[in-house]
């Protein structure tokens, strides 16, 4: 993550300290029928968890799913905190579709720049 990008992300906290978080998260063993919005999905048991889902927070209807298998490419990795929050790193850029480009940080939801090609990071 680029110091620019966490001083971006900074702002956009201070700016979004009023709401409440917006996503929570759930464990699962199989990916449900009818995904919840706002809910990400951590695939897995106790011991690994493999995968992340969620229903795309653009509203498209997609079901997002990323790795979080660290030696895939790309994966992505869930930190937690003991308020709860979590933080999914890196961003989110589907590449089809709608080609949302978003990041969850403390459970809050920013949309990342467009035109960023650099990508945060
Ligand atoms: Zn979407």
Do not use: K
């Not at 809910?39 to 969620?54: H, Q």
């Not at 997002?64 to 905190?81: A, F, K, N, Y």
């Amino acid at each position: 993550m680029t110091p620019r990008f966490r001083r971006w992300l900074a702002d956009g906290l201070r700016l979004n300290r009023r709401r409440p978080p917006e996503f929570s998260i759930r464990r699962v063993a199989a990916w449900p029928e009818e995904p919840l919005p706002q809910v990400l999905y951590r695939l897995g048991d106790a011991e690994c968890e493999w995968a992340a889902g969620m229903q795309c927070p653009c509203g498209c209807g997609a079901f997002i799913q990323l790795s979080l298998v660290e030696d895939s490419s790309p994966s992505w990795r869930i930190e937690q905190m003991r308020s709860g929050e979590f933080t999914l790193m890196p961003s989110v850029w589907r590449t089809v579709g709608c080609r949302s480009h978003f990041i969850i940080y403390r459970s809050r939801i920013f949309w990342c720049p467009p035109g960023d090609a650099e990508g945060p990071g």
